[in-house]
């Protein structure tokens, strides 16, 4: 075969290994092109374009975390959970950013932090531990890694989202250009940590086994570099373009329909953690649980400390209206929550009752927010 029918199909592969991309791209067209037509509808009609339109995007950041995978795999921890809840967390960011152009709730970051919050913690890592805890027993793990996490997001959740409740609405500008720079500066410290000297905190030394055949999954999933970050790059761009529609169409299917404002926050947190909750699963169930550990707290940390100073910023460059305190229901629920994770990650394994604790904590969670609170 000559050197162009080589390149054709080396194009065409990469079309096929890319086709959920191709098809959010796809999708992005047909809502640029249809989206008057389909707001005129009715509420209905783009209520189900809505969902459409979510359920793209899951499948386009389910590919984008794949190759944040490949890359993690390369790179290994504590890189590679990184890079994975980074892109995530862009994902989040974009989605957000977007949705407070229009005429969204000035509870919205709130409310999404919180979802993100209860969906990491207690679905991700809830589920998984129970999971694994059913089929492995006691997950072993670096406890560093679950105590860093653990301090770091009270820290930041208490600054940020509970503090605020105390501070005069007159001086709300002050104390939120304080909290960029105390999130700034907390992950600025913590990222040095992560990568720095402290790194073994988020690492664990598994049996000469695992190591063996995490080697063979390496080698299964030789891909470019280049590829997979070009690849991140374009999905999140897409991703972007389709939260656009995506919020247009639910604004206009929730639209005096009585849902409770915080439905909208739940389903930006779901979208930003689905790829991660897929590779959390996949990791317990490999009984790899410093991963799962990493990508639950490291996505909840990130979440907080990374979205909050985007978000306050462009509010304050917008002049856009901003509510960061919790409701006494988010505040007593995020105090369970830290003090269940502090006792749990405090020994260095996990098992299924302590993974069945926090699903509880989850299905609370889902409960209060079907009843509006």
């Known amino acids: 075969m000559n050197r162009n029918?080589?390149?054709d199909l080396g194009i065409a592969s990469r079309?096929?290994?890319?086709?959920?991309?191709?098809?959010?791209?796809?999708?992005?067209?047909?809502?640029?092109?249809?989206?008057?037509?389909v707001i005129e509808m009715g509420r209905g009609v783009a209520l189900l374009a809505a969902a459409a339109l979510v359920g793209t995007i899951v499948l386009a950041s389910i590919r984008v975390a794949h190759h944040a995978e490949l890359?993690?795999?390369k790179v290994g921890d504590p890189y590679g959970t990184m890079i994975l809840t980074l892109s995530a967390l862009a994902v989040e960011v974009l989605i957000l950013a977007?949705?407070?152009?229009g005429?969204?709730?000035?509870?919205?970051?709130?409310?999404?932090i919180y979802s993100a919050l209860m969906l990491d913690i207690n679905g991700i890592l809830g589920l998984a531990a129970l999971l694994g805890g059913l089929k492995h027993g006691e997950q072993p793990y670096n406890d560093n890694s679950g105590k860093t996490y653990g301090v770091m997001i009270l820290t930041a959740m208490g600054i940020s989202m509970i503090v605020p409740e105390f501070v005069p609405s007159d001086k709300w500008h002050y104390y939120s250009a304080f909290t960029i720079v105390a999130m700034i500066a907390l992950y600025g410290l913590f990222l040095r940590m992560q990568v720095g000297q402290h790194s073994y905190f988020f690492s664990y030394s598994y049996p000469r086994s695992e190591r063996k055949k995490e080697s063979h999954d390496e080698r299964d999933t030789e891909e470019s570099a280049?590829?997979?970050?070009v690849s991140i790059l374009a999905g999140i761009v897409i991703i972007g373009v389709l939260a656009e529609f995506m919020s247009a169409f639910m604004a206009e299917g929730l639209r005096d329909s009585g849902a409770p404002i915080a439905v909208t926050a739940v389903v930006v947190a779901a979208i930003s953690a689905a790829p991660e909750i897929l590779t959390a699963l996949r990791a317990a169930l490999r009984n790899r649980m410093q991963a799962t550990v990493n990508i639950a707290m490291g996505a909840s940390l990130s979440t907080v400390i990374l979205t909050v100073p985007a978000m306050e910023a462009i509010a304050l460059y917008t002049g856009q209206p901003l509510i960061m305190a919790m409701t006494p229901v988010q505040t007593v629920m995020v105090a369970i929550t830290l003090i269940a994770a502090?006792?749990?990650?405090?020994?260095?394994?996990?098992?299924?009752?302590?993974?069945?604790?926090?699903?509880?904590?989850?299905?609370t969670f889902v409960m209060l927010t079907a009843l509006g609170l």
């Open 5 to 7: 029918g080589s390149f």
């Open 15 to 37: 079309f096929r290994a890319e086709k959920y991309l191709v098809a959010a791209l796809a999708a992005a067209m047909i809502a640029y092109l249809l989206e008057h037509a």
């Open 71 to 73: 890359l993690a795999v």
């Open 98 to 101: 977007i949705m407070m152009t």
């Open 103 to 112: 005429e969204s709730s000035p509870t919205l970051v709130r409310d999404t």
């Open 226 to 229: 280049a590829v997979s970050i």
């Open 342 to 363: 502090a006792i749990n990650l405090n020994d260095g394994e996990t098992n299924a009752i302590e993974g069945m604790t926090h699903f509880i904590l989850f299905s």
